[in-house]
């Protein structure tokens, strides 16, 4: 908004405080402390909310593929067709067999649930869910025939187990006796211990060879599904709609999406809801904009109405005011903007000072699926965030504003 030299002096005038208007000015004051605090609230929520979803976005597709194509009963007798028509759909980039199968580990007496997966030895290695996340041990070792597996992290650490030492799967379907069925258990050297960052994973993932895993649970050359990579996974099922029609009747083709939906529709719901009602706290604050500014123009009546005898517009008078209650919900949203941003910056820091002070544990890693604070800004947002507030504060200015300029100079001064 373009004011000239003399409005500019004045609004100037009416954002510091005068003689015995230090309420107003603490009305104001407040006003932007509240705009500061919503903006950044909104800022630092939506930004975890984001990190949130990335975070599990890329370590559960990362690790499970865009989509799968299961066999019916869990096994797919011909992976190798089926994979091959995956590789030549338009969009595909990869299509890898896979093993995934619920059993047993046990070490030094203690059992644990464990979920056996077999991976190619490439895909181990390459996986980018797995590659870095390796905290004892290497991913090297884990080769087909060496008896060697990969474990998480928690697995390990209920265990109690560490890399060198022989943990035992244990896999119900063994041999038939005359006795009935004897469980198998088969010892594995722990090769390598890694730690994804989800908590569902590494207190489960027993990570094998293919072979390995297909020779522990009797499977042959049988695969439990065929782990699909596309090049756009926000259109995967259009993408892998030809594949499903040629394999219909053999297997099932499910998406990240089936897969986990309850979870992030439970995201999108919550950060919908987050939005909303952390906006109200700017609406708070753009209502004390707007009570200081009534206050501000009762205060000013006088000078108003001598203003107006000396020549001053309506549309004058009109843009101080705006002027005044902008410059406070401006200032408001940059100090929230600052303060959003060194939150987001030491956010683990303050977490684990509150965890800390409080001695509750606020982020449960199984509980919150992560194990650690994720975020992750959106520059549209932030700024959409901005506009919002800014825009907020600009209607809180009209009331006060009109009624400034409508202001009529005769009746203020007649008995003056």
């Known amino acids: 908004m373009i004011l000239n030299r003399y409005e500019q002096m004045i609004a100037r005038r009416y954002l510091l405080p005068g003689k015995g208007e230090g309420f107003i000015f603490l009305v104001a ?50 992976w190798q067709d089926i994979a091959a028509k995956a590789r030549a759909t338009p969009g595909v980039t ?3 067999p896979l093993i995934e199968q619920p059993l047993l580990a046990t ?12 991976m190619t030895e490439e895909d181990i290695r390459e996986s980018p869910s797995l590659k870095g996340k390796v905290v004892a041990g290497s991913l090297d070792a884990i080769r087909t025939g060496s008896g060697k597996v990969a474990v998480g992290s928690r697995l390990a650490e209920n265990m109690g187990v560490t890399v060198g030492q022989t943990i035992s799967i244990i896999n119900p379907a063994g041999r038939s006796t005359p006795f009935g069925t004897v469980p198998r258990q088969i010892p594995y ?7 994804i960052g989800i908590y569902d994973y590494d207190k489960a993932f027993v990570i094998m060879p293919m ?23 926000d259109r995967v099922g259009e993408i892998l709609a030809p594949l499903a029609e040629q394999v219909r009747g053999q297997a099932l083709v499910i998406d990240w999406r089936q897969m986990n939906s309850s979870l992030f529709e439970a995201l999108q719901v919550d950060r919908v809801v987050s939005f909303v009602i952390l906006s109200l706290i700017i609406l708070v604050a753009v209502f004390n904009i707007l009570s200081s500014l009534i206050m501000l123009v009762r205060a000013k009546t006088r000078d108003i109405a001598i203003l107006r005898t000396m020549g001053a517009t309506r549309s004058s008078l009109l843009r101080i005011f705006v002027t005044v209650g902008l410059a406070i919900g401006s200032l408001g949203t940059l100090a929230g903007l600052v303060l959003g941003s060194i939150i987001l910056f030491f956010r683990q820091g303050i977490l684990d000072g509150v965890q800390f002070l409080t001695g509750q544990q606020i982020w449960d890693p199984s509980i919150r699926f992560l194990t650690t604070l994720p975020s992750k800004p959106d520059p549209v947002e932030i700024v959409a965030i901005c506009l919002m507030a800014i825009g907020f504060s600009f209607l809180a200015t009209l009331y006060p504003a009109l009624k400034a300029a409508n202001t009529d100079p005769v009746q203020v001064l007649r008995y003056e």
Do not use: C, W
């Not at 006003?31 to 909104?42: F, T």
């Not at 050297?189 to 730690?195: D, K």
């Open 29 to 78: 004051a407040i006003s932007l402390i509240a705009v500061m605090l919503g903006v950044a609230a909104l800022i630092v929520v939506m930004s975890v909310m984001n990190g949130f979803r990335a975070e599990l976005f890329d370590k559960i597709v990362g690790l499970n593929g865009h989509a799968v194509v299961q066999g019916y009963g869990g096994r797919l007798d011909n």
């Open 211 to 233: 072979k390995d895993a297909q020779t522990l649970l009797l499977l042959g050359d049988k695969v439990g599904m065929v782990e699909v990579q596309t090049n756009d996974p």
């Open 107 to 118: 070490f030094q007496g203690r059992v644990e649930a464990a979920l056996i997966r077999g």
């Open 94 to 96: 990869s299509a890898s």
């Open 189 to 195: 050297e722990v090769g390598a211990i890694f730690e």
